[in-house]
């Protein structure tokens, strides 16, 4: 009996690692409050954004989907963009001056990284440093923060920067020293200035492998673009049309997933919250129970972490028959069910119960 019972726990153990390379990925939806917006998640699954609380944005962070709103420096309002492993979150804060400054909270303790000009921070790394840009003259300049110092880096805006330092700008990938301009690879004749011009490129997102992701105006006009993603190399790996108006790509995690949204023009614009699952691009919406899909339509995916988790903003569906019309929209927290882990937790105890099993038939002989 108990080789028999020993035999059925190992090929339950296969059956566990069977079922979670072939069963279709299901997820779990969590709307969190009205008039919010969720920008960032790390790999605990603490998600970061915006409240709208008395009238105005608060920066918020939620734990198992329960909001704790963070502290002031003056001015009132706030608002978060990313958090990193260790919880430290990044965003702006509205000031006494009445000016926007990059601010981290750690613990529940707002840090100003620049008091003196407008400035956000749009992301942080496990190691602290903090990328954003700043007001100067009436410019806008991609900085960095490490350690209480500020230093300028080339275009406008740092949007993401990865645990080996490499930071995303604009168009730019910088690595140290090394700068390559990723909106090199797509250009269109210029006649008015008789020589080939880059399209409009802006990069959001950078992974820890060095693979980034962004958005690429497809035409000189602005009408349409594309999302896109870079390799390690800066040499373009994925890039997305399908024949929609704009794409865009906001985050990617270390699997190479990335989301953003697509939006659609007929009859009326409206967005779709996507995901590039490594081979190809899912509307997010249809991952959605029929249940959910009824009350919630999806519309951007704002962050990925290692683990699936997608965060971003919905709209919500008003179910009242006197007002079918009254749209409200949300931050909501999307987990994968059930979650990655789940499967290797269930193999490894199914294998310690096949091991208890062997030891007891051993000590009994």
Wanted: negative net charge; proline residues 3%.
């Amino acid at each position: 009996m108990k080789r028999v019972l020993l035999s059925i726990l190992i090929a339950g153990t296969a059956l566990a690692a069977g079922a979670a390379a072939a069963a279709p990925q299901e997820y779990r939806l969590t709307i969190l409050g009205l008039d919010s917006n969720v920008t960032g998640v790390n790999n605990l699954g603490q998600a970061v954004g915006t409240s709208l609380v008395n009238g105005q944005n608060v920066a918020t962070v939620w734990t198992n989907g329960v909001a704790s709103y963070l502290p002031s420096i003056g001015g009132g309002a706030s608002y978060a963009t990313d958090i990193n492993n260790l919880g430290v979150v990044s965003g702006a804060a509205l000031g006494a001056d009445g000016k926007y400054h990059a601010v981290t909270w750690n613990g529940g303790v707002a840090t100003v990284l620049n008091g003196t000009n407008a400035s956000v921070a749009n992301a942080i790394n496990d190691s602290g440093v903090v990328v954003g840009s700043a007001t100067i003259n009436g410019s806008s300049y991609a900085q960095q923060w490490s350690g209480g110092t500020a230093t300028t880096l080339a275009g406008r805006s740092a949007n993401d920067i990865n645990n080996s330092g490499a930071v995303v700008s604009d168009n730019l990938l910088i690595k140290g020293a090394t700068q390559t301009d990723l909106a090199a690879q797509y250009t269109y004749w210029d006649t008015h200035n008789g020589a080939n011009w880059p399209y409009p490129t802006t990069v959001y997102a950078i992974n820890d492998q060095g693979a980034a992701a962004g958005t690429v105006v497809a035409d000189h006009n602005g009408f349409s673009s594309v999302a896109v993603i870079w390799g390690q190399n800066g040499i373009v790996s994925a890039r997305l049309s399908y024949d929609l108006p704009y794409h865009q790509f906001n985050d990617i995690n270390n699997g190479g997933q990335a989301v953003g949204y697509s939006v659609y023009d007929a009859p009326i614009p409206f967005n779709e919250a996507t995901l590039w699952n490594g081979s190809a691009l899912v509307n997010i919406n249809s991952l959605l129970s029929t249940a959910d899909r009824y009350n919630v339509h999806l519309s951007t995916g704002n962050a990925i972490n290692d683990s699936g988790v997608i965060v971003g903003q919905t709209a919500l569906f008003n179910t009242d028959p006197e007002m079918p019309w009254m749209v409200h929209y949300a931050g909501y927290i999307l987990t994968p069910v059930p979650e990655p882990e789940t499967y290797a937790m269930l193999a490894v105890g199914l294998l310690l119960v096949g091991a208890a099993v062997r030891r007891r038939q051993k000590a009994a002989v």
